[in-house]
């Protein structure tokens, strides 16, 4: 389990451009389905996505990014509002108290196109879809290989 700020910070900037595809929220624990197949298929050619669960989570809102110019930004407090429109991962900070993560998206119809997801958890684990646990460590190794071989190909 990934657990100190830093780390859960890390693990969402190593998350880059993976998007936000399924999620299951039971008031405490929330489940994400992030489908980032760039990172996933280092490890396992056949797969998509990881499986995140985000434990003990709390003061959760999405503060979005209108659309149009002119448009107040809205907070959204329940997960439905905003998890449901696929976003995709940009990149991600430590708050005080907790986490932002910085997300695009792109559906037009929902009136905006981004925004700032803000938390707070006491950790999150990481497994591919067979649910086999990922480690932060393993995470690193295959983002730093796939950027590596990106850099080279240029």
Same mark, same amino acid.
């Given at each position: 389990?990934?657990?100190?700020?830093?780390?859960?910070? %890390?693990?969402?900037?190593?998350?880059?451009?993976? $998007?936000? $595809?399924?999620?299951?929220?039971?008031?405490?624990?929330?489940? #994400?389905?992030?489908?980032?197949?760039?990172?996933?298929?280092?490890?396992?050619?056949?797969?998509?996505?990881?499986?995140?669960?985000?434990?003990?989570?709390?003061?959760?809102?999405?503060?979005? /990014?209108?659309?149009?110019?002119?448009?107040?930004?809205?907070?959204? +407090?329940?997960?439905?509002?905003?998890?449901?429109?696929?976003?995709?991962? #940009?990149?991600?900070?430590? %708050?005080?108290?907790?986490?932002?993560?910085?997300?695009?998206?792109?559906?037009?119809? %929902?009136?905006?196109?981004?925004?700032?997801?803000?938390? %707070?958890?006491?950790? $999150?684990? $990481?497994?591919?879809?067979?649910? +086999?646990?990922?480690? #932060? +460590? +393993?995470?690193?190794?295959?983002?730093?290989?796939? /950027?590596?071989? /990106?850099?080279?190909?240029?």
């Amino acid at each position: 389990m990934v657990n100190t700020a830093e780390d859960i910070v %890390r693990l969402f900037g190593l998350l880059h451009d993976g $998007v936000i $595809v399924d999620f299951d929220f039971d008031g405490r624990c929330l489940a #994400l389905t992030v489908e980032i197949r760039y990172l996933v298929q280092r490890m396992s050619p056949a797969q998509t996505c990881f499986r995140l669960v985000l434990d003990n989570v709390s003061e959760m809102t999405f503060t979005t /990014w209108p659309l149009e110019d002119g448009v107040e930004a809205r907070t959204l +407090k329940q997960p439905e509002q905003f998890l449901s429109a696929e976003l995709e991962i #940009l990149s991600a900070e430590a %708050r005080d108290p907790g986490i932002r993560i910085v997300c695009n998206q792109t559906e037009s119809s %929902r009136g905006y196109v981004g925004g700032e997801l803000d938390l %707070r958890t006491d950790g $999150v684990s $990481v497994s591919d879809e067979a649910g +086999k646990p990922v480690s #932060l +460590k +393993k995470l690193v190794e295959c983002a730093e290989a796939y /950027w590596r071989e /990106w850099r080279e190909r240029l």
